[in-house]
């Protein structure tokens, strides 16, 4: 073979003349012979094999060539041909690699054949590949039409193929086919074949669904041999960055590719080489569109969840990125991090360096809990939470990491808050401490153990010698003097010295005696030495030497120089361990053994780490109760996904045990009745993990679980807590599940006593029995006897609470008959039932039992729902607990008469000694306004729907009865189809029936031989006399009955509604004033006429002084508000002033009344001039922070440009009838708060004489100028040039004077400049005599009553008003503690009132 293959950059060249023995292409074969040669290529592949390509060649690059124009078969079969070469050529290479000598002939032709093949079945796949692309976005939207069938079914099929054609590339690149090569130098164009045809595979947009994984898996393998084999590892690295910039798509797939290509190739440097490209690239680079970098950012992300220890020596590129301006690249940086920390970082055996790197990188996520957006903020806290759920965040970074993730609580991103949550709860689920202990439990314990640790610390202080230090370490510290002292020793300076020293010696003999062997001197010279007596020890040692001459430890002296006496003393001082031993035992004895000092330091240590355990203990459970708090108030946010992140939340510290985590789920069970499907679903879903779905060995067992939490759960829960229970409980009880029976038999047995337990579980035990019933009647009502003869029988006395709740209990059973169509079902007044309980209630009445009143009210309420002729039985039951009461009173009389006899005889004692129990008395007037508020419940509601159901079964029979002809049938159903057309079908006897049950209210419950009549005047003696009866009980209990007696007719409610107005302004109970007020709210519904009047007396209250007077008030007048019984007016502006009250949950209902007011069309608007008059009157003397704040919420509500076109104007027409600075001021602030539209800044511009000449204070010019700084930002041109010169004109009246800026100079210049200007009116001055323009002008009518509007009047009776006391005993002036009669406010305002049975159908 003469020639040889060159794979040529584009196809075209291949039938161009080439150089000297390069392959040209020959003959071209035609579309129409195509066929007939593949035949022929086909039949020599058979006989020849693989390589007949080389003769064959031109056929397949025909096909190339006509690839257009070809049928789509040719060219499968092609392919198929070409697939069949490659993989032959893969089967004999490998004989022909291994053989030791073949010739150059024999190795060209078989890379000849390796070129050809493999450049034909690369652009033939590419070919093939772009075509089904096409076909694919072509028969896209043909969705189930035999088109996009087809098309589906060829994309398919090449799917196939396209995975043969891999394999095939694969098996044959992956010999050693590179000595093939003259000096195994594979050129770079055949290389660049295969890798062009890979990455035009991976641009389908469908290469990274899971269908096509095979396809992606040969191409990571193809490029890694390619990549290892063929010098691809540039090439790869700059291709990656390419096609992730162009295809976002492909940042998983070459996540996995290049994780492929460093393990399982062990290229590992391709990581380095791409990360690199991404660290170079510039954050404008970045931040450009198209950039890649969100591409660039997952492929990081998925890059080191794969491999993160090979991240590591890359990590310095990429960190910084987390100082640039994209977020995303920061929070793939944030996950990179994560996953080190995760999967490498981590664990007890880091060495220093792995620890420092993992506290740098935790640093750095710290720093961006922080970060300038919010979407990194919270990718960053979800990292953390990955760490915190992997255990690998160190016990140290603990409370500092839990601290900022309660700070992220309070973030603007709900993104971040949600992530912050969920990080909190990881950190509860994971903690290495308790969880179970709160802050004040762990407080006394830590206390303890730190005084424990202080007395550890001083005990050893006053144990511990002064530290040990070695003889080498004495000896280096004393040598400097001691060289001194040994050369004064041996070398006196003077005679005088010598002499002196002599005299020593003489002095000193007794003292540097000789010991009697040499031993023993050697411990005397290191003593003296030990005790700084140096010169002492120089002398011993020089006469030692004379005495011991012939001892070793001397023998150096022999010769007295400095250095042998010093070398001398150094081996005596330091020694042998002999000498060591022994000086030891002669030196004094140390406080304590090597041993025990071990020990103490050890139970020390172990004090340590207990107190610093308690410490982060504490911390942590500080931060516990610190977020529990936060999350708690976030059940109630708008947001549904903030909502149901808390509620998961509350599950997690309910199922952990944490302190205080039940308060959450009390917090989160009204959400049952949420609007919000999901919020519902969640709060429900909750509930049935903590309490519905137990755990046990068995269903007994399960069952007592199940109790044991929700009796938990009712214990001190409110009225309000166990309604909401109650629906998650019915539904448990009504979804047939096969606990229900066990958890009732339970139920009956913690309530009857068999299995012993506490009166609060009793008391839970009977309510859950209620919830029960409420799905199914028969759980109670066949167990009345058992309920009567455990709570209602002879100890009924003993626990008014539980019989309390029995009683609820049973009247659950009502539910059921109420909502029934039929006949009511009643029990006889002989029942057991109302035995029990009419002899408990009056047996109570003369007891001081304080649960004895809500136990009568339920037993009241029970009795006129089940009994037959309630008001007989009651009746009866009011007679007798009046005459044990009277016995009370006789048989006391009695005593004390008998007492003051014997003491002195006299009348008076025994008129003193006939007084009634204050506490008795009182129960029985709270027994009489119950029994008289039923009596009317029962009459209008029982007793009417009863005549109303007879009516129907009367009229259905007698039309059933009577059969009319078919004339009188035609005009029977005309009339009543005109009549029900009109609205008049029964309506004349419906109001027969509430007629007659208006006329026994009005004439018969208070006639003279009713027991109720006698009640009545003692009821408002008792409360006009408040001087006389001052007893608190008995005040709360007369004015609540007598509230209820009101309800009974217009009559008595007029009688004693001045009564109860002075009671509801003078009483000094907060419980009476606020008992008054929720009364006064029932009878405004009831008979709005009578009480329209006195509207503005129920608004005063809600600047009560007590707090809790405050709160009833504003819920009353909400709801009366909200359901239109009271009309809205300008007292609403003292609801405003709530907004700043001081206690928080009064300013939330406040918010809530006005959120709620919002919804109605136009209220706040209709109402803000007046309520701006009101809280800027200067009587008032409110400071303007709050006014600001009052009127920032007020205004938030305003968001229609009619609106606030209509408010500028009125606002600005309110500046003339204001006589205060401060007034002037509130108004401006008040148009600064105002979103202010271009209508509305035009309005401004025309009102501009009504507040130019108040310009000059800076209270009036700020607010106004502020106004221009918001309409400036984001204006047009034309828009921003009227602002601009409108905010001229405030600065020049504001700083000169409008007198001195509005001259008529000035105006006739102003009006040369042009017309353009006269949008804005100017104000002339009075003086001048000029008339104002039309706009501007006033009439008196509105002036005047703008004036009065903005200044609260007086109350016309404050001048007439008597002053009253309380305090008066006397009989005659007892009713002087009624409003006088010119006190009495007049019916302005007549309220048409529904009819009392249309109100009680709503």
Same mark, same amino acid.
Request: with cysteine; aromatic share 6%.
């Given at each position: ?71 789509? &078969? ?76 087809? %098309? ?105 590719? +290049? ?11 391709? $990581? ?51 100082? &640039? ?77 839990? /601290?900022?993730?309660? %700070? ?11 992530? @912050? ?32 640790? !202080? ?6 202080? &006053? ?38 020293? /002599? #005299? ?55 010769? +007295? ?96 045990? +944490? ?6 789920? !009390? ?11 999901? $919020? ?35 214990? #001190? ?60 009647? /028969? ?111 006789? /048989? ?23 007084? +009634? ?59 009543? @189809? ?28 208070? @006639? ?61 109970? =907060? ?16 008979? =709005? ?20 007077? !405050? ?163 984001? @204006? ?70 703008? #004036? ?47 009819? !009392? ?6």
């Amino acid at each position: 073979m003469s020639w040889d293959f060159f794979v040529p950059v584009c196809t075209g060249d291949l039938v161009k003349s080439g150089g000297i023995n390069q392959y040209v292409v020959q003959d071209v074969v035609s579309p129409k012979q195509l066929p007939a040669s593949l035949s022929r290529f086909k039949a020599a592949l058979r006989s020849q094999g693989p390589l007949c390509i080389l003769e064959h060649f031109d056929t397949c690059y025909s096909v190339l060539q006509h690839c257009n124009s070809v049928e789509l &078969g040719v060219k499968e079969d092609t392919l198929e041909l070409l697939v069949q070469v490659v993989n032959g050529l893969a089967a004999t290479l490998p004989a022909l690699l291994m053989a030791t000598s073949v010739s150059a002939a024999e190795r060209k032709e078989k890379l000849n054949a390796v070129k050809m093949s493999v450049f034909l079945i690369c652009k033939l796949t590419e070919t093939l590949e772009v075509f089904s692309c096409r076909q694919s976005i072509v028969t896209a939207p043909g969705k189930g039409g035999k088109k996009g069938k087809a %098309g589906g079914e060829g994309l398919m099929q090449w799917d196939t193929e396209r995975e043969k054609v891999l394999q095939a590339l694969v098996q044959l690149l992956q010999l050693d086919i590179r000595s093939l090569w003259n000096l195994s130098l594979v050129e770079e164009e055949f290389v660049s074949c295969v890798t062009c045809c890979c990455y035009k595979v991976l641009e389908n947009p469908t290469i990274s669904h899971v269908k096509s994984k095979p396809t992606r898996d040969c191409i990571i393998h193809l490029l890694g041999v390619l990549i290892k084999k063929y010098n691809h590892l540039l090439g790869a690295s700059v291709k990656v960055i390419q096609l992730l910039q162009h295809f976002e798509q492909l940042s998983s797939v070459f996540a996995q590719a +290049v994780s492929v290509w460093s393990t399982e190739y062990g290229v590992r440097s391709i $990581i380095g080489e791409v990360i690199r490209e991404i660290g170079q690239k510039s954050s404008e680079e970045l931040a450009r569109e198209g950039s890649g970098v969100k591409a660039f950012s997952t492929f990081l992300s998925e890059l080191s969840g794969l491999v993160p220890e090979l991240m590591i020596p890359n990590i310095s590129v990429l960190i910084t990125h987390l100082e &640039g301006e994209s977020h995303t690249m920061r929070v793939a940086v944030c996950e990179v991090l994560g996953d080190i920390l995760v999967r490498v970082l981590c664990g007890d055996g880091l060495d220093e360096s792995g620890k420092a790197d993992r506290d740098r990188f935790f640093d750095t996520l710290q720093e961006h809990l922080h970060d300038t957006h919010s979407h990194v903020r919270a990718r960053v806290l979800q990292v953390y939470t990955r760490i915190v759920n992997s255990k690998a965040l160190p016990l140290c970074k603990y409370s500092e990491v839990m /601290e900022l993730a309660v %700070g992220r609580l309070m973030d603007k991103s709900i993104n971040a808050v949600k992530s @912050a949550i969920q990080l909190l709860a990881a950190f509860i689920a994971h903690n290495p401490y308790s969880c179970k202990l709160s802050s004040a439990d762990l407080k006394i314990p830590l206390e303890k153990e730190t005084v424990k640790l !202080r007395e550890m610390k001083e005990k050893l202080e &006053g144990k511990a010698p002064v530290a040990v230090i070695k003889a080498s370490e004495l000896w280096a510290a004393m040598e400097p003097e001691l060289l001194i002292t040994v050369g004064t020793e041996l070398e006196p300076s003077s005679d005088t010295e010598k002499d002196q020293q /002599e #005299d020593e010696n003489d002095q000193d003999v007794e003292e540097e005696k000789v010991a009697e062997d040499d031993r023993s001197t050697a411990v005397m010279i290191a003593q003296y030495l030990r005790v700084n007596k140096y010169r002492n020890a120089v002398r011993l040692c020089i006469k030692a030497h004379s005495c011991f001459p012939e001892s070793e430890r001397f023998a150096s002296l022999s010769t +007295v120089t400095p250095e042998t006496l010093m070398e001398t003393l150094a081996l005596i001082f330091k020694g042998s361990d002999e000498d060591a031993a022994e000086l030891s035992q002669n030196l004094p004895p140390t406080p304590q053994k090597e041993g025990e000092k071990e020990g103490e330091d050890g139970e020390l240590k172990k004090q340590e780490m207990l107190v610093q355990y308690l410490k982060d203990t504490e911390t942590f459970a500080l931060l516990v109760e610190r977020a529990i708090s936060v999350i708690n108030t976030m059940l109630y946010m708008k947001t549904t996904s903030v909502v149901q992140e808390a509620v998961q939340f509350c599950v997690t510290v309910c199922e952990f045990s +944490v302190a205080n985590s039940v308060s959450g789920v !009390r917090k989160m069970l009204p959400l049952v009745w949420s609007t919000d499907t999901a $919020i519902k679903d969640a709060v429900v879903q909750a509930y049935r993990r903590l309490y519905l779905n137990p755990q046990g060995d068995n269903i007994r067992m399960k069952a007592h679980t199940l109790v044991d939490s929700l009796s938990e759960l009712m214990v #001190d829960a409110s009225l309000g807590t166990i309604q909401c229970l109650e629906e998650i409980v019915q539904e448990f009880f009504g979804g047939g599940s096969n606990l229900q029976s066990t958890v009732v038999q339970v139920l009956w047995e913690r309530f009857t006593g068999k299995r012993e337990t506490s009166g609060l579980n009793r008391r839970a035990a009977v309510l859950l029995l209620g919830m029960a019933t409420r799905a199914e009647r /028969e759980v109670v009502l066949s167990n009345l006897d058992t309920l009567c003869s455990v709570a209602l029988g002879e100890k009924v006395t003993e626990d008014f609470l539980l019989a309390r709740d029995t009683v609820i209990t049973i009247c659950s059973i009502t539910d059921h008959i109420r909502q029934s169509k039929g006949a009511p079902f009643r029990l006889p007044q002989d029942h057991q039932l109302f035995t029990c309980l009419t002899q408990a209630l009056a047996e109570g009445v003369v007891m001081e039992d304080p649960y004895w009143q809500g136990f009568m009210e339920q037993a009241v309420r029970l009795i006129y729902f089940l009994a037959e002729s309630p008001d007989q039985l009651c009746s009866r039951l009011v007679q007798r607990s009046a005459r044990l009461l009277l016995d009370q009173i006789a /048989e006391g009389g009695e005593v004390n008469k008998d007492s003051g006899q014997t003491q002195d005889g006299s009348q008076e004692s025994s008129e003193q000694g006939e007084q +009634v129990n204050c506490v008795c008395l009182a129960q029985l007037l709270a027994l009489s306004g119950c029994v008289a508020f039923w009596q009317v419940s029962h009459l209008e509601r029982s007793v009417s729907a009863e005549l109303r159901r007879r009516r129907g079964e009367t009229e259905e029979r007698e039309e059933k009865e009577k059969v009319p002809s078919s004339k009188a049938k035609q005009q029977s159903a005309n009339e009543s @189809a005109m009549e029900e057309e009109l609205g008049l079908m029964g309506a004349s006897a419906e109001d027969t029936e509430a007629e007659l049950i208006r006329k026994i209210c009005e004439t018969e419950l208070l @006639a003279d031989e009713n027991l109720l009549c006698a009640f009545l005047p003692l009821l408002v003696k008792v409360c006009s006399s408040p001087g006389r009866y001052s007893h608190p009980q008995l005040t709360t209990a007369a004015c609540l009955a007598l509230s209820q007696y009101m309800m009974i007719s217009p009559s008595v409610c007029q009688e004693n509604i001045r009564l109860i107005f002075t009671v509801l302004e003078r009483s000094t109970l =907060p419980v009476v004033r606020a008992n008054a007020l929720i009364a006064l709210g029932d009878l405004t519904v009831r008979f =709005p006429n009578i009480l329209e009047p006195w509207t503005q007396n129920l608004y005063a209250r809600l600047s009560d002084e007590v707090p809790s007077v !405050r709160q009833t008030a504003v819920t009353v007048l909400t709801q009366l508000v909200l359901k239109d019984v009271l009309k809205v007016k300008g007292q609403v502006s003292e609801v405003a002033v709530l907004l700043i009250d001081p206690e928080s949950h009064i300013t939330s209902l406040a918010l809530n009344f006005f959120n709620e007011l919002a919804t109605k069309d136009n209220a706040i608007y209709n109402l803000l001039p007046d309520i701006i008059s009101r809280l800027s009157d200067p009587e008032r003397g409110m400071s303007s922070e709050d006014f600001n704040t009052i009127m920032k919420q007020l205004f938030s509500y305003i968001t229609k440009e009619r609106q606030t076109e209509s408010l500028v104007e009125k606002l600005c027409q309110r500046f003339r009838t204001a006589k205060t600075e401060r007034q002037w001021c509130d108004l401006a602030t008040s148009l600064s708060l105002l979103s202010m539209c271009e209508r509305g800044f035009k309005r401004l511009q025309e009102c501009w004489e009504c507040y130019s000449d108040k310009l000059t204070e800076p209270g009036v010019y700020q607010p106004l100028l502020s106004i221009t700084a918001k309409l400036r930002r984001g @204006a047009k041109a034309l828009f921003k040039a009227q602002v601009d010169e409108f905010e001229k004109r405030l600065t020049a009246v504001h700083t000169r004077g409008l007198e001195n800026v509005e001259s008529p100079e000035m105006d006739e210049e102003n009006q040369k400049q042009g017309s353009s200007e006269k949008t804005v009116t100017r104000t002339p001055l009075p003086t001048r005599g000029r008339t104002r323009s039309k706009r501007g002008q006033v009439k008196p009518s509105s002036s005047s009553h703008g #004036d009065e509007s903005f200044v609260t009047p007086q109350k016309s009776r404050k001048s007439k008003k008597p002053q009253i006391t309380f305090s008066s005993d006397e009989e005659e002036d007892e009713e002087d503690a009624v409003m006088a009669e010119s006190e009495t406010p007049k019916v302005t305002t007549p309220i048409s009132r529904t009819s !009392r049975r249309a109100r009680l159908r709503n």
